[in-house]
């Protein structure tokens, strides 16, 4: 079995993976440190493979030169792999910057051209963080593939919650991909009141249930929209909510990102539907927190206003908690604020948070844009509302999320809660 690699004369991996497996036999303790360069592609695609070859050459060169006495190998591409035993964990800051004085010398890359690498590291400690090789070099890659995810000249050392994180991202990330696959995305609807307590409409919130539980939007909803899934899942909810509201002639609002914005994707699907949203008896509604417009005012304006095109009902959501202006409510074309629940929870109890709701109240009705109170969860908070002109309520008070069949026979019964 070859156990050199070519190129350097280094190790390959399976030389490093046994000569540090039985280093380990006899070793109380050492420093597994794997090392990739930054942007190495870049080199070959600029310079060529020559030169790529010789940057390679040159970093193993530094690095045997500077730890003479570790197992060093290039066990794949731009990357390279460092087991010592003369180093103690209280020396670990000395050998990163050893590590970085080794990427901070100028290198030439072809004849004439000089140039300085950039690299991304991760360090794991034997025996603590792993008792075998296996262990060791896993949790190193783990730990790799996270720094490489922060940018240049980033060398980290292990700790278990890193893995936890990895775990949980892989394990959302397949969720995510199940349920766009599998048809396993569902809607519970929150309705919201008028001051008669009827119904006015409805407030989408996805659910993924898959294996026998139901996961909520903060178990998956970070990842999914940072995702390729999102332009699917958006178009999942869109035709979902559309036929909803069809079914219960009443409002249905969803939530979107503001990367579906940003992309365009959102007018995308609608586009597909114009017809369809042009005879519906009564609006589709789209969420928009204030973050997702906080960016770029201008631009904001325009995509909202497309989306009137389609007669969409636009809600500044969870308002009062981002970057409130007051040209949001000057220049969008809202239909809606949804006020916050921390304002609703503490109105009564602080005059300051009293007089902000108020004015938030009148300011609205001023600009003929509708108010929804966020989080009532008593008589007395619903009554104070009413009387300062709020449009609608929503909370725990009237009725809580409930599944979609569930919901639906909600309607069909309903009768006005009884407060």
Not at 137 to 162: C, D, H, M, Q, T
Not at 184 to 190: E, K, M, W
Request: proline share 4%; net charge neutral.
């Amino acid at each position: 079995m070859l156990t050199q690699d070519l190129l350097t004369g280094l190790l390959n991996y399976q030389g490093f993976a046994q000569k540090t497996t039985d280093l380990l036999q006899v070793v109380k303790e050492g420093i597994l440190v794997l090392l990739d360069i930054y942007n190495f592609s870049y080199i070959n695609h600029f310079y060529g493979l020559e030169a790529g070859d010789k940057v390679l050459t040159t970093v193993a060169q530094r690095l045997k030169e500077s730890f003479p006495n570790a197992l060093i190998s290039r066990p794949v591409g731009d990357s390279f792999s460092l087991f010592l035993i003369d180093y103690e964990k209280k020396d670990v800051y000395s050998l990163i910057k050893k590590i970085q004085e080794i990427f901070s010398l100028p290198i030439e890359v072809k004849q004439g051209k000089r140039g300085f690498l950039e690299f991304q590291g991760g360090i794991v400690f034997y025996p603590e963080d792993g008792s075998s090789f296996i262990e060791i070099w896993r949790k190193a890659n783990v730990l790799l593939s996270e720094v490489k995810k922060k940018g240049p000249n980033i060398i980290e050392i292990f700790n278990p919650y890193i893995e936890k994180h990895v775990e949980k991202t892989f394990f959302v990330e397949n969720l995510v991909k199940k349920a766009i696959q599998e048809h396993l995305f569902v809607f519970y609807y929150l309705p919201y009141f008028t001051s008669d307590l009827e119904v006015a409409g409805l407030e989408a919130l996805v659910r993924i249930k898959a294996d026998g539980k139901v996961f909520n939007p903060g178990d998956f909803i970070d990842y999914l929209e940072n995702s390729p899934y999102l332009k699917d899942f958006e178009e999942i909810s869109i035709d979902k909510n559309l036929e909803t509201l069809v079914k219960i002639q009443k409002p249905v609002s969803i939530n979107i990102s503001s990367k579906s914005l940003e992309t365009m994707h959102i007018f995308e699907i609608l586009s597909k539907k114009v017809d369809l949203l042009k005879n519906i008896p009564c609006c589709l509604g789209i969420e928009i927190t204030e973050h997702a417009l906080a960016t770029n005012l201008e631009k904001a304006n325009k995509l909202l206003r497309m989306l009137k095109f389609y007669r969409i009902n636009i809600s500044i959501d969870d308002f009062g908690t981002g970057y409130s202006s007051l040209h949001y409510l000057k220049d969008l074309p809202i239909d809606f604020i949804k006020i916050d629940q921390s304002f609703v929870r503490d109105f009564l109890r602080d005059k300051k948070t009293f007089f902000i709701l108020e004015t938030i109240i009148k300011l609205a009705k001023k600009l003929n844009i509708k108010t929804i109170a966020e989080g009532v969860e008593n008589k007395e908070q619903f009554e104070v509302l009413k009387e300062l002109g709020c449009d609608y309520f929503q909370g725990f008070l009237f009725a809580k999320p409930m599944p979609e069949e569930e919901c639906f026979e909600y309607l069909k019964k309903f009768k006005k809660p009884n407060l």
